[in-house]
């Protein structure tokens, strides 16, 4: 990190997370210093970029309107979020602004949402494009304005208790109280933190209308990986990472069948089908939960050969377990073939997760991880206490 922390009597640092952004950088200094000039405002630059962003930065710092400090993470993890994340922590402020680097958030908004956050009984104030005289017009073309507004609405309704205060909370750009948050428990995997800090914390949310304006230059880093990011972290933030587990599983059985389908086609028996189908998708199941779902606690003990392995035995146990389970259901208690077979596989679901859970991915030594993932090892195996909302 460049430059002294937080200067003494500064009220806000602003962080701006970047990602190959160099052409921008020198106009979003210029603008935010005279949009604050007199607030005691410092700037923060978190960069995760591959250009020179983080050099062209540091090189206006001793001639802009205000004190500019720069990180560039070489290793960067939990991409725009946990750039933010890193930001305010590296912070001293008693509040943050967090804001993109390329001008589609207006800098001259800035001293309105400090003015509101300091306000009595708020913690965030949300600069909102769904209000008053907001607008998204700034996003390319009506298919990213559809899928933005229909993301907020899937959004919103998942989360109706946080979010009722929220009309936009796929905005990047939004004021904090630095102590209403508890930074460990944030777990930033993409680039929607504000969804991430209103769903982990109860906040008390004032909204102000902004236009989303153009790029200034450059080209946008929204593509279809930063959507899956974002389905798998909302699914995350939601349900946790028994749906996670729930999704691989599904998206396994699926590529089981069409590789019994396949192969039958092509003349081979069906039993035959059905193993090599079965041993294809536990493995590729196995390389799934180490990359979506167990990935935090991967090197907190076994390796992976000792992983893998317990895994694949554990479900191929499970499957010659579970299939005569299902002739007895069928055959002695006389239940639908179709019933049976769903009543099992809601079973074998539970207890693969449980068994993954507690087993392969269980740290060497007790420690806070452990005590996470026990608790939600057990919430799979028993129905969560009555809240106002779950996270």
């Known amino acids: 990190m460049d430059g002294a922390p937080d200067r003494a009597g500064a009220v806000l640092t602003v962080i701006v997370p970047t990602f190959n952004e160099a052409p921008n950088v020198p106009e979003l200094v210029?603008?935010?210093?005279?949009?604050t000039?007199?607030?005691?405002?410092d700037l923060l630059v978190v960069d995760d970029s591959t250009d020179d962003t983080a050099d062209v930065a540091r090189a206006l710092a001793p001639t802009a309107e205000l004190p500019v400090r720069v990180i560039h993470r070489r290793t960067p993890e939990g991409g725009l979020g946990g750039a933010v994340l890193a930001g305010v922590r590296a912070s001293t402020t008693?509040?943050?602004l967090v804001m993109d680097g390329d001008l589609q958030h207006p800098p001259e908004l800035i001293p309105t949402l400090l003015a509101r956050v300091q306000e009595p009984d708020v913690d965030v104030v949300v600069a909102s494009r769904y209000i008053g005289d907001g607008s998204s017009a700034?996003?390319?073309g009506a298919v990213r304005r559809a899928v933005s507004s229909t993301s907020t609405a899937v959004t919103r309704a998942m989360f109706p208790v946080r979010l009722r205060d929220c009309s936009d909370p796929m905005t990047g750009f939004f004021a904090v109280r630095r102590a209403a948050i508890d930074l460990d428990t944030l777990r930033p995997r993409g680039f929607k933190i504000l969804l991430e800090i209103l769903a982990r914390h109860p906040m008390r949310v004032v909204e102000v209308p902004f236009v989303f304006g153009q790029r200034y230059a450059g080209a946008s880093k929204a593509n279809l990986a930063q959507g899956v990011h974002f389905m798998w972290q909302l699914a995350g933030l939601r349900f946790g990472r028994m749906s996670r587990f729930a999704i691989i599983g599904g998206l396994g059985a699926l590529a089981n069948i069409g590789i019994v389908a396949a192969m039958?086609?092509?003349g081979a028996h069906w039993l035959l089908a059905a193993i090599v189908a079965a041993e294809v998708t536990i493995a590729g199941n196995f390389l799934l939960q180490e990359r979506f779902v167990f990935r935090d606690l991967r090197h907190e003990g076994k390796g992976v050969w000792a992983r893998f392995g317990q895994s694949f035995v554990f479900n191929n146990v499970e499957t010659m377990v579970r299939l005569p389970l299902v002739g007895l259901l069928v055959n002695t208690m006389h239940v639908a073939a179709v019933l049976a077979t769903a009543i099992t596989i809601a079973i074998a679901f539970v207890v693969r997760f449980t068994f993954h859970s507690r087993v392969v991915y269980r740290p060497r030594a007790s420690s806070r991880r452990e005590q996470l993932v026990e608790r939600e090892a057990e919430q799979a195996v028993a129905p969560p206490a009555p809240s106002s909302e779950t996270v």
């Open 30 to 35: 210029r603008r935010v210093g005279e949009a």
């Open 37 to 41: 000039r007199g607030l005691g405002v």
């Open 94 to 96: 008693p509040y943050v």
């Open 138 to 140: 700034g996003l390319s």
């Open 264 to 266: 039958t086609s092509l």
